[in-house]
């Protein structure tokens, strides 16, 4: 039915206004939800590339300044979408009493991971229980959880503010665990908006204080992906601080999927951890 032109005169006034709200930005973009943000850091930070080798190094810090180092190959392979099946291999060079250990774990959506620990000394492979995954990691201020990475689905997501952290507009998220088998009582997350890397992590225990803090202290681009290369985990009423370091990082290099397997914890191929 073609309009008269009462009703042309009409529609064409309707379409003016429209432009005129969208030019003046009354109609704004949907907003993004906590889980949106949260599932788009966890692809920034944890699911990168189709693969991923890096060598680390880590520092154990007392509170009375002592030092001790940890040095390491991860690697990392991914077999879904962000938030799916991931598979970690890790290789200890030093100190003496963890060179040549192994981790292993296979990460799943929606259930607890598989992880273990090859320990050259006894010549055993260890399976890592569940009910383990939130303990030290080789005497770290990061747990075993923490290496791949805590599943969206098992704490409730909620957007709490924005704000700064040095100088990058971040969402701040507050994820409560759904099941309280874990030493915190909720974690606020400071995301940044451009990229979606967690910039820092407050955990609070189960009085409500403030006990660790997590910091992004470096971010590079490698192969045009912005990745954490210095983060730091501090325990505040410790005063103990783990400060991490990745070198040699690299991306989508083939990591076949054979060198997740229970035969190559006990004999790594060189060419992978080197």
Request: proline share 3%; aromatic share 12%; charged share 30%.
């Amino acid at each position: 039915m073609v309009p008269d032109g009462k009703n042309k005169k009409a529609c064409i006034s309707l379409v003016i206004m429209v432009v005129f709200l969208l030019m003046s930005g009354v109609f704004e973009a949907r907003a993004i939800t906590p889980n949106e943000v949260m599932k788009k850091s966890q692809g920034a930070f944890l699911y990168q590339g189709k693969d991923f080798k890096a060598r680390v190094m880590m520092k154990l810090i007392s509170k009375g300044g002592q030092e001790r180092v940890r040095e390491l190959t991860m690697l990392r392979k991914n077999s879904g979408e962000v938030g799916g099946n991931q598979k970690y291999f890790i290789y200890f060079y030093q100190p003496a009493d963890v060179k040549d250990m192994t981790f292993m774990v296979y990460k799943y959506q929606g259930k607890d991971a598989d992880r273990w620990l090859y320990v050259p000394a006894i010549n055993m492979v260890r399976r890592i229980a569940a009910r383990d995954k939130y303990s030290s990691f080789v005497g770290s201020d990061f747990t075993y959880e923490d290496v791949s990475g805590r599943n969206l689905e098992d704490d409730t997501h909620a957007l709490v503010k924005e704000e700064k952290v040095g100088g990058k507009d971040c969402y701040v998220v507050k994820s409560t665990p759904k099941v309280q088998d874990v030493d915190y009582s909720y974690k606020l997350s400071w995301i940044d908006k451009t990229n979606f890397l967690p910039l820092k992590e407050e955990y609070y225990d189960r009085r409500g204080e403030l006990y660790k803090l997590f910091s992004a202290d470096e971010v590079k681009e490698v192969k045009s992906i912005p990745t954490v290369t210095k983060r730091t985990m501090k325990n505040l009423q410790s005063g103990h601080r783990t400060e991490v370091s990745y070198s040699k990082v690299d991306y989508n290099i083939g990591i076949e999927d054979s060198l997740f397997s229970e035969r190559y914890l006990k004999q790594p191929p060189k060419r992978w951890i080197k």
